[in-house]
T-cell receptor, first 114, second 114 residues
Framework: AQSVTQLGSHVSVSEGALVLLRCNYS??????LFWYVQYPNQGLQLLLK??????LVKGINGFEAEFKKSETSFHLTKPSAHMSDAAEYFC????????????FGAGTRLFVKA | DVKVTQSSRYLVKRTGEKVFLECVQD?????MFWYRQDPGLGLRLIYF???????EKGDIPEGYSVSREKKERFSLILESASTNQTSMYLC?????????????FGQGTRLTVV
């Protein structure tokens, strides 16, 4: 079954530093991949999604992700972290088992230090 | 503005009570989902509905049931609440048949069973 693995339950960066959140997927067919963000006490909202039109996907708030089939990865990056980026980030994949269900990774909590 | 609304942000219930969590979406989406979110485990799918009166078990359906009498409303029912059902519950909806469309989430209901 299709699934995603997020490496690192917590990541801490300094303000202005590079953000790198890792996600690997397991799929024998082209995956439908997403990154969602959850701010404290809120639901999830979409950051970006892979559409197969381009391997580098740009999302909101300066985030982007690169689809690498050879590495089965879809890592999320941002060149310069801001305090407002502190949140939990989830990688997700759509699984087709009689309907398109979204399956989530365990999440990575991003801390940003001043 | 698209919206998924969960009826309660916080609930405290006693062990053995029957609990109803309500979710309403205004986007005319066919698919609706209930997830449970626990630290370190990400979002786990409890139940999924792809049409009125149609439902499918997710990965952790035990102890839960659902009801979908109208397209816009999807209810999660805890028949006899237990302390291990203390968690954050998230409702989501998405379009049917399009695998790379995103899910839209409610704000979540934090349920405490005492």
């Amino acid at each position: 079954a299709q699934s995603v693995t997020q490496l690192g339950s917590h990541v801490s960066v300094s303000e202005g530093a590079l953000v790198l959140l890792r996600c690997n997927y397991s799929s024998s067919v082209p995956p439908y991949l997403f990154w969602y963000v959850q701010y404290p006490n809120q639901g999830l909202q979409l950051l970006l999604k892979y559409t197969s039109a381009a391997t580098l996907v740009k999302g909101i708030n300066g985030f982007e992700a690169e689809f690498k089939k050879s590495e089965t990865s879809f890592h999320l990056t941002k060149p310069s972290a801001h305090m407002s980026d502190a949140a939990e980030y989830f990688c997700a994949v759509t699984r087709n088992t009689g309907g398109f269900k979204t399956i989530f990774g365990a999440g990575t909590r991003l801390f940003v230090k001043a | 503005d698209v919206k998924v609304t969960q009826s309660s942000r916080y609930l405290v219930k006693r062990t053995g009570e029957k609990v109803f969590l309500e979710c309403v979406q205004d986007m005319d989406h066919e698919n609706m989902f209930w997830y449970r979110q626990d630290p370190g485990l990400g979002l786990r799918l409890i139940y999924f509905s792809y049409d009125v009166k149609m439902k499918e078990k997710g990965d952790i359906p035990e102890g839960y049931s659902v009801s979908r009498e109208k397209k816009e409303r999807f209810s999660l029912i805890l028949e006899s609440a237990s302390t291990n059902q203390t968690s954050m519950y998230l409702c989501a909806s998405k379009l049917e048949g399009i695998p790379n469309t995103e899910a839209f989430f409610g704000q979540g209901t934090r349920l405490t069973v005492v």
